[in-house]
Each structure stands twice: as C-alpha cells, then as structure tokens.
C-alpha cells in the first residue's frame, strides 16, 4: 500500500471455511485490505452489513444457505455504499452476477495477480468518487446542490425527500453530482463507475441513467436533473 492510503475494509461471505481462510490470507498479504468480518451462514452476514460498513464485500455464490446472487439482491436494497466481488469456481453465474451490480467476478481458485489487480480497480475508483474518507465531514454526510449524500449508509435526499438508490445509482449520481454540467460520454461513465473499460457495452450503464431519471422525477419538488446531450454523452443540471 503507498504512503496516505486508506486500508480498505473487507467482508468475506463464503459456506467453506478453507476458502475463507484462503482469501483472507491472500488479501492480508496485499497488505492493501483489513478483514473486518467473515461469514459461513448468509443470514448472519446480513444481519452484520449495516455494522461493519465495508468497503469491499467478497461473496461466493453457491452457499447451501443462500445463493450468492440472491444475497447481494437482498443488501442492494439497503443502499450500503459497498463493491460487491464474487468469488466462485462456476463462470455460468457472470451475466447475473452484472444484473445485481457486482463490480468483478473471480474464479476459483483464486490467482493472486487477479485479486490485486481486483483491489487495485476499486481503489483507483473509490479515489475518483471521493469516497476517501479524509474528503468527508465527520457525520459522512457529503452536500452538493439539493443532494444531501449520506455516503456510509447509501442515502440520499433531496427536496425533503429520500431516494431509495442501489449501489450504482448512488455511485453515478455522486459523480455527476459533483461536476455539474459537465458531459460524460457513456463508455468514459461506464469505466469511472465500473472501473474498466465498457467495450462497447453500456447497456447496464442506460438501465441506471434510466432508473435515476424515474427517481429524480419522483422527488416532490427536484430541482436536477440527468441531460442527454446528444452524441456526447450525460450530464447533470441543478434547475
């Protein structure tokens, strides 16, 4: 870990204990993440989240108790500012694990320049967010314009009202949030949020754009707005 950097904090959720053991001993060897909890019951882990606040939560997908895509479906309602990575020995489970927003997918067993390259995207993305928390104010509520961004907790109110936004929802509109009228071409968005490159595939990218819209829109009295510029890219607007 350089000089100044945050050690980021971990959630391990896995129904094999060799393998927890395994990864936490990888991710300490990185001496870049500090393991703040770790789960073999699902249930448990979920009871736990909201507490621990981390940073990175590593989840495996087939668990007796809970499937793996079921489990981040369930925490993504509670807005936790968090990176989702799944840690798994079945790659027919990547296009779900996209559709619950996970940030990587990585195979077991695990290659250590895969999980470091992993930790390293998330760093550098939570850097260009400006999750670092010596950017914060102590209550870790973070103002700009009408938005009132609670970023520990996922929260967000405007005009006297809360928005209910998933992970990435949040992530985005921090983002343009914090650079008004500024225009973003989809596949540069896309690899700010996600931390790689988009290929050509922004698909997911729209479907949040999408889902904000519907959300600012909601908000009795808003006052922002998500612009298309057409054959640029998006930008938000304070009225």
Not at 45 to 52: E, P, V
Not at 75 to 84: C, G, R
């Amino acid at each position: 870990m350089k000089k100044g950097e945050i050690m980021l904090k971990a959630v391990i959720v896995d129904d094999e204990i060799l393998a927890i053991h395994l990864l936490e001993a990888m991710l300490l060897e990185s001496n870049s993440v500090d393991v703040i909890g770790k789960f073999l019951n699902p249930q448990d882990a979920i009871s736990s989240i909201l507490t621990l606040k981390p940073d990175i939560l590593f989840l495996d997908i087939e668990m007796a108790e809970m499937n793996g895509i079921e489990f981040a479906s369930k925490i993504e309602e509670t807005a936790q500012l968090m990176d989702i990575v799944f840690v798994t020995a079945y790659e027919h489970y990547a296009l779900e694990a996209f559709n619950v927003q996970a940030v990587d997918y990585i195979l077991k067993p695990i290659e250590k320049e895969r999980l470091i390259k992993t930790i390293g995207r998330i760093r550098q993305r939570r850097g260009k967010l400006d999750f670092s928390a010596s950017t914060l104010p102590d209550e870790d509520i973070k103002i700009i314009g009408t938005f009132h961004f609670h970023v520990h907790s996922g929260r967000v109110y405007t005009a006297n009202t809360s928005l209910t936004l998933s992970t990435k929802e949040f992530q985005i509109l921090f983002f343009l949030a914090q650079r008004p009228g500024q225009i973003f071409h989809p596949s540069e968005l896309y690899k700010l949020i996600w931390a790689e490159e988009s290929i050509g595939q922004t698909k997911a990218l729209k479907v949040h754009i999408s889902n904000l819209r519907k959300k600012l829109e909601s908000a009795s009295g808003h006052q922002a707005k998500i612009v298309t510029v057409r054959g640029s890219g998006y930008q938000l607007l304070f009225e």
